[in-house]
């Protein structure tokens, strides 16, 4: 009798322990997903701020925000083109980062939909980005297919100049 009573007190004290060890492992993976969450919005502000702090300390970087407000009042060289391009580029891998975070859980709905709304002020302010996002997003099909995209589909359907439609640009 006593040796059974003494392994109903093993046994509970061995479930009480199972139990302990699962709630500090799913603390710990609580923790370890709070700490990659703020990784990777930190992550992505830093592409942002890199874009801010280029342009408030590279003349000629600054020099192309009049040419991507009105793009069609200004002459666009072929440097400033490939420079354009690499902004937008940058502006991509930012979003598209933001989609795969998002589609692997450590990104929330309106994280994301914060991110596709940047991408439609972006559009709105700097029209001049439109025909090198488009130009990124035909060589990149898998781009059409996430949300955070949407809004370049938007402009494509309501046919904002590409860069065909663009003056050539001279150097």
Known sequence: ?????????????????????????????????????????????????????RRATTPDFAKLYPKMRAPGNHLVTATEESQIEGLAQHLVDIYYSAQVAYDNGLLGTQDLEAYRQDLVRTLEQLPGLAPAFARISDSTPEMRAMSVFQPLRDVEARQIPTANDSPEPQD
């Open 1 to 53: 009798m006593k040796d059974r009573h003494l392994r109903e007190i093993v046994e509970i004290v061995g479930v009480i322990s199972i139990v302990a060890a699962l709630l500090l492992v799913a603390r710990e993976i609580h923790e370890s997903n709070r700490i990659a969450v703020t990784e990777i919005e930190m992550r992505l502000g830093q592409g942002f701020d890199e874009l801010h702090l």
